[in-house]
């Protein structure tokens, strides 16, 4: 699984860059992100993890962008969740393990800077914070319902003047900061659709 989520980090992020690079190096508001404006984004997400106890994150929803300045936006995101993950207990003959999958839903509220952009394509960073809410413990040692903070660098590229693709490599950190939480990277793929 380390082989896999590996590649699709650097599958994303080498898609991301050449993106933004397909487009001319030069600060211009575009008409997608200006003032007033807003978006919807549907949206799908992979994660791997550094927790021993989780495989990997699988998400999948959605997220409205209002922009409050020129390529700054606000987000409310709303996700499905689907976490893989064992349970690992001792036995009379050492370590066993069980698959022990959490299905929940989460939500973030996040801020996003379009530092590079241009009427082709753009370059963004972002960070934010939010829930999860499973039906089981995430990890299994840790809780049902946790505290969420993000991060992510990524790019868009537009399709048409209403329509662009995005994609992010994303940090999110999900629970405490030891063994009970969950550091997860990975990224996100999505369609903006501009009104």
């Known amino acids: 699984m380390d082989a896999l989520y590996r590649k699709l980090v650097y599958t994303l992020a080498v898609a991301c860059l050449a993106l933004a690079a397909s487009a001319t190096w ?6 997608g992100f200006a003032a007033g404006s807003f978006n919807f984004e549907p949206r799908f997400g992979i994660y791997g993890t550094t927790n021993q106890r989780v495989n990997s994150i699988y998400t999948y929803g959605g997220a409205l962008n209002y922009y409050v ?15 893989d993950q064992n349970k690992r207990f001792e036995t009379a003959t050492g370590i066993g393990s069980k698959a022990s999958p ?21 370059i963004f960073a972002g960070a934010g914070f939010g829930g999860l809410w499973c039906d089981t413990q995430v990890p299994y ?5 946790s505290l969420t ?11 048409t003047q209403q329509l662009s693709l995005k994609g992010a ?18 990224g996100t793929f999505g369609l903006n659709v501009s009104f």
């Open 149 to 159: 903070e993000n991060g992510e660098l990524g790019a868009t590229y537009s399709l």
């Open 69 to 83: 300045f020129d390529n700054v936006a606000v987000e409310v995101e709303g996700m499905g969740v689907y976490v």
């Open 26 to 31: 030069v600060m211009a508001q575009t008409q």
């Open 102 to 122: 959490a299905s929940g839903i989460a939500g973030n509220f996040n801020a996003r800077w379009h530092f590079v952009a241009t009427s082709q394509a753009s």
């Open 169 to 186: 490599v994303k940090y999110w950190h999900i629970g405490q900061f030891n063994n009970q939480g969950v550091d997860a990277f990975g």
């Open 141 to 145: 040692n840790g809780f049902e319902n």
